[in-house]
């Protein structure tokens, strides 16, 4: 089990999980930087963080997190 299963898993979760997954995701991309392995785990937790951002079941708090660690992976990767 590689850290970018155990993100994608938090990812795929509802509720504090969720949230805690995104910012793990922030923690780990900050902490690696660019590279091919960020870029890779970028592609696959894109969608998750995504489809997060437009369910109206999350909370919003929830939906914040989601947004930030879009906007800080997104800045990493480019």
């Known amino acids: 089990m590689t850290i970018a299963d155990v993100l ?3 990812i ?8 805690s997954g995104a910012l793990l995701s922030s923690v780990v991309f900050i902490t690696l ?3 091919n ?3 890779a785990i970028f592609r696959d937790l ?3 963080l995504t489809s997060a951002l437009t369910d ?3 909370s ?3 939906r914040s997190k989601c947004a930030v ?5 997104s800045l990493i990767n480019t």
């Open 8 to 10: 994608e898993r938090s």
């Open 12 to 19: 795929k979760r509802k509720g504090e999980e969720l949230g």
């Open 33 to 35: 930087g660019a590279s």
């Open 37 to 39: 392995e960020t870029d």
């Open 46 to 48: 894109q969608s998750h």
């Open 56 to 58: 109206n079941s999350v």
């Open 60 to 62: 919003p708090a929830i």
């Open 69 to 73: 660690a879009l906007g800080y992976n």
